[in-house]
């Protein structure tokens, strides 16, 4: 079903008046990170979600993304925003690189998911072993707190930039729902075999929805190297970022345009209740996504968006019955 145009301005009007009613840093802090989720989503989103190429290994595109940003401001003294666009080139590249040896050979399905987990353990092996990342200490980035150095003293600073990282990348989404090249994504999601039967171009167009998808990872991890001013192969490229990516569209409503953001708002109350109520204890938040994972896929497949039109149906009254 197609997302109205209207409502997607609606949210992001929404977002735009939301700083407004932030009293603190914490709850600063809430909705920069749950709409840094939502952009890792609706990145895995336009790949898994609209083209069906459920992918493991997200963190390839992340961390790629990440290294390259803190690379270039370190050790050739590029500006952090130029390489905040830089570093989504860079994670397209990857993701050009890893498709094309994916789709080459017609792998799609399990076998996809496991190749793309496998580029990810590559990629964190290589920079946990060459000196240029850091190696295993990683790279730190110097604190100095000016706008023109991608570095702001007040919250709302990262905020106004990671809402305008994840407009851009949920307006990606509205116009796959509205586009030719979007139908076809559609097509092949369903039946890759039917849509090369009506002419498709499946590796073309399944490489073009890796290499979309793969530049907003490598942006969402310029931006986590900004904010955090702090990087080792773990977190560029741990398994952390890749379940993240996968699981908030898949509870919030893959295929969907305000999915990811269900889900990241969704995951990020889970986990500051989790926190709350156990002091933080190590492991549990993964505990509780996996649980909430398996009732999304046992009783709402279409995700929590999709609840929303089944309560509409519920609620609506039957037709009168006729003699």
Aim: glycine content about 12%; overall charge neutral; some cysteine.
């Amino acid at each position: 079903m197609k997302t109205p145009g209207a409502a997607v301005v609606g949210v992001l009007v929404a977002l735009v008046l939301l700083p407004f009613a932030l009293t603190s840093d914490f709850l600063s802090h809430f909705v920069i990170m749950t709409l840094y989720f939502a952009l890792l989503g609706q990145a895995w989103n336009l790949l898994g979600g609209y083209a069906g190429q459920r992918s493991f290994g997200h963190a390839a595109f992340f961390g790629t993304g990440a290294y390259a940003a803190a690379i270039l401001q370190l050790d050739l003294g590029i500006n952090p925003w130029v390489c905040l666009v830089l570093a989504g080139g860079f994670g397209a590249i990857a993701g050009a690189f890893v498709g094309a040896l994916s789709f080459r050979y017609g792998l799609r399905g399990s076998y996809f998911a496991l190749v793309t987990l496998a580029f990810a353990e590559v990629f964190r092996i290589v920079a946990d072993s060459v000196p240029f990342t850091g190696a295993g200490v990683g790279l730190q980035i110097p604190l100095k707190q000016t706008a023109a150095n991608f570095q702001f003293a007040e919250k709302l600073g990262f905020y106004w930039v990671v809402l305008a990282l994840t407009a851009l990348a949920t307006l990606l989404a509205w116009w796959l729902e509205n586009s030719c090249f979007g139908a076809d994504l559609a097509a092949l999601r369903e039946n890759e075999d039917a849509a090369r039967a009506l002419g498709i171009e499946v590796e073309r167009r399944k490489l073009g929805a890796i290499t979309l998808s793969a530049a907003l990872s490598g942006l969402a991890g310029s931006f986590y190297l900004q904010y955090f001013l702090y990087l080792d192969p773990r977190l560029a490229y741990g398994v952390e970022v890749s379940v993240a990516s996968l699981l908030v569209p898949l509870v919030g409503g893959a295929g969907t345009v305000f999915g990811p953001l269900v889900g990241a708002l969704v995951l990020r109350l889970l986990n500051e209740v989790s926190g709350a109520v156990t002091g933080g204890a190590p492991g549990l938040n993964l505990v509780l996504y996996g649980a909430l994972l398996i009732l999304i896929l046992a009783f709402l497949p279409d995700g929590l968006v999709g609840l929303v039109p089944r309560l509409v149906r519920a609620l609506r009254p039957g037709r009168p019955h006729h003699a």
